[in-house]
């Protein structure tokens, strides 16, 4: 290789360790990588930054500000109530729920879907004596394949149809992808509900672990006037930390704090309501400065009428790697994280001193108006009030769908491009006051655009030293002896490795080039092997970190981490099966 290989392939080793660890975001690894590679002069700054000109990022970007509207609008809200009825079965539930949300990701982003139906599933699954485990990876899984259906459905799509733009072939069509998706997600979404009752065990969900944990009993203190708590802060008093105890509020007269900050100063006569175990409530009564309240006795803690929220932490969140006392969460929240659940259980050290991982579902006690403070911003994937389903707007939801149904009619027929199209719909959605331009602008997710749009120049990198040539031929050499089906499987299972440790948008970025000089040494049709690089970084169902939307049922379905590749496993062999078979009949090799 040349000297230019050499250290292309290091740059892009560095970035998928840093990727893989979680040592910065993805688009920072990418776009980073793109930036020393245009600085060493391997790339020209045309190069580096080709994808600021390709419609594929500005594409994504606008198509998030309309799912951002369908969720503004409850677009999908009465989604489970109509599929899922009042049906206790699990089997006849999951076959009413997961194709209509397959069909709705095949022209929506998956995760404002999952977003908007968590929650939902969760409260209906609990009604009907369901655990959410049940239902919520299949519905994760669903979207997933939903998106291998037309152009729009996921990023990855735009991104590999702009890749194949960009080395001067002709963009992908809106129906072109769906000759190998359709099959796939359809056969896919049917195992589903065949071996979803059969693979999923139960899991306790959040829900089900704040509830048994807020079973423990609670008790009113009162602060002595003239104490030694009297004018001290929480902090200082020793009531912060408290082993297997939480300060829930703090009453003054008609005033009511909660939630409690380590800041609060306590006043003489003050009221505190602490929960949690009995052993440990009794002994706040040895505590100097403390008094037993007027209702002394223990009682169950009122779940209906606390204000208790699920958040589920991504990988783009400022709370990565931080604990919840350097992160400031009560200060700058507004809430008090109460449990951190992690691989399906609950953390058990002191919750101050954990440092938080991607996937981590926090549970807050907050006011009411948690959830929309948060909802839209990227620390948090998911935020949902447990135990109630989420108030939606509806006033606005027929145009939302007018404007969504004309943007799919527009770019399917070919009337206009899919991005013309999408400004078409996102210039209807905030001239019709659907989405203030404020709530535009945060829906986009700005590091999948910066990844998408750094990544072509990390492509273009990989194509000019002959990287993606070596590794390529390195490809066809191991697999080629099995034929051109062999080559067809190298570049899937090589597309399904990265997307499983990175992300499905990095895996198409480092995979197409390589696919590309794969197909020229082979013979293959270059877009036949685009799709089946688009379908393969789409078939995400291993790990919860492979996929967004995975991460987002990780906590609330009260998973293990593998509980992924139990179900993931039959729907991974599928979609290779799929790709390997389909992509040959439609683009002969």
């Not at 549970?363 to 989420?390: K, M, N, Q």
């Not at 995979?511 to 078939?539: C, K, N, Q, Y």
Request: zero cysteines; aromatic letters at 6%; glycine letters at 10%.
């Amino acid at each position: 290789m040349t000297a230019e290989a050499w250290l292309t392939l290091l740059v892009l080793a560095i970035a998928i360790f840093a990727m893989v660890r979680d040592l910065v975001p993805p688009a920072v690894a990418i776009l980073g990588g793109t930036v020393v590679l245009l600085l060493a002069d391997v790339i020209t700054t045309e190069e580096a930054f080709s994808g600021f000109s390709n419609p594929a990022p500005l594409t994504i970007a606008v198509l998030y500000i309309l799912a951002a509207a369908a969720a503004r609008t409850g677009l999908l809200h009465p989604l489970v109530a109509s599929t899922l009825g009042t049906r206790r079965s699990l089997r006849r539930g999951l076959g009413r729920l997961l194709p209509p949300v397959a069909l709705a990701s095949s022209v929506l982003n998956n995760t404002p879907i999952v977003a908007m139906l968590v929650p939902e599933v969760g409260s209906w699954a609990s009604r009907h004596g369901q655990q959410p485990s049940r239902f919520l990876m299949p519905l994760s899984f669903a979207a997933i394949l939903g998106g291998t259906v037309t152009l729009i459905g996921t990023s990855t799509n735009l991104v590999v149809s702009g890749l194949l733009e960009a080395a001067g072939h002709e963009p992908l069509g809106f129906f072109e992808i769906t000759k190998v998706g359709l099959p796939i997600a359809v056969i896919g979404v049917a195992a589903l509900v065949l071996l979803a009752p059969r693979l999923l065990p139960d899991r306790p969900s959040t829900q089900d672990e704040l509830t048994d944990r807020m079973r423990e009993f609670t008790v009113d203190m009162v602060i002595d006037p003239g104490g030694p708590l009297d004018g001290a802060t929480v902090e200082d008093a020793g009531l912060r930390d408290l082993a297997g105890v939480f300060l829930v509020e703090v009453s003054r007269g008609d005033e009511t704090i909660v939630p409690v900050s380590p800041t609060t100063r306590l006043h003489g006569d003050d009221s505190l309501r602490f929960a949690g175990r009995a052993g440990d409530v009794v002994d706040l009564h040895t505590m100097r400065g403390l008094r037993s309240g007027a209702e002394n006795q223990m009682r169950r803690f009122d779940l209906e009428r606390s204000n208790f929220f699920e958040a589920v932490v991504g990988a783009t969140s400022p709370l990565i790697g931080k604990t919840l006392k350097e992160a400031g969460f009560r200060g700058r929240y507004g809430g008090a994280v109460i449990a951190v659940h992690r691989a399906g259980q609950r953390v058990d050290a002191k919750l101050g001193e954990v440092p938080l991982r991607v996937g981590d579902t926090l549970v807050v006690l907050s006011d009411e108006g948690f959830r929309d403070r948060w909802i839209d911003r990227g620390d948090f994937l998911l935020v949902s009030r447990l135990g109630a389903s989420p108030v939606v707007a509806s006033t606005k939801r027929p145009l939302a769908a007018a404007i969504l149904l004309g943007v799919v009619l527009l770019a399917a027929t070919g009337t206009v491009s899919v991005l013309k199209a999408a400004l078409l719909g996102a210039l209807a959605v905030l001239g019709l006051r659907i989405l203030r331009p404020g709530e535009a602008r945060s829906a986009i997710d700005l590091d999948v655009v910066l990844l998408i749009a750094g990544g072509f120049g990390m492509a273009a990198a990989m194509e000019k030293s002959g990287l993606a040539e070596t590794i390529a031929t390195g490809l066809v050499d191991t697999f080629g002896t099995l034929g051109s089906i062999g080559g067809l499987l190298g570049i899937v299972l090589a597309t399904i490795l990265l997307t499983e440790t990175v992300s499905n948008t990095a895996a198409a970025l480092i995979v197409f080039p390589i696919a590309a000089s794969a197909a020229d040494a082979l013979g293959f049709d270059l877009r036949g092997v685009a799709i089946a690089v688009a379908v393969a970084a789409s078939a995400s169902f291993l790990t919860p970190v492979g996929y967004q939307t995975n991460v987002m049922v990780y906590g609330p379905g009260g998973y293990r981490y593998t509980d992924y590749s139990r179900l993931g496993a039959p729907l991974t062999l599928l979609a290779i099966t799929g790709i390997l078979v389909l992509v040959p009949l439609f683009w002969p090799l």
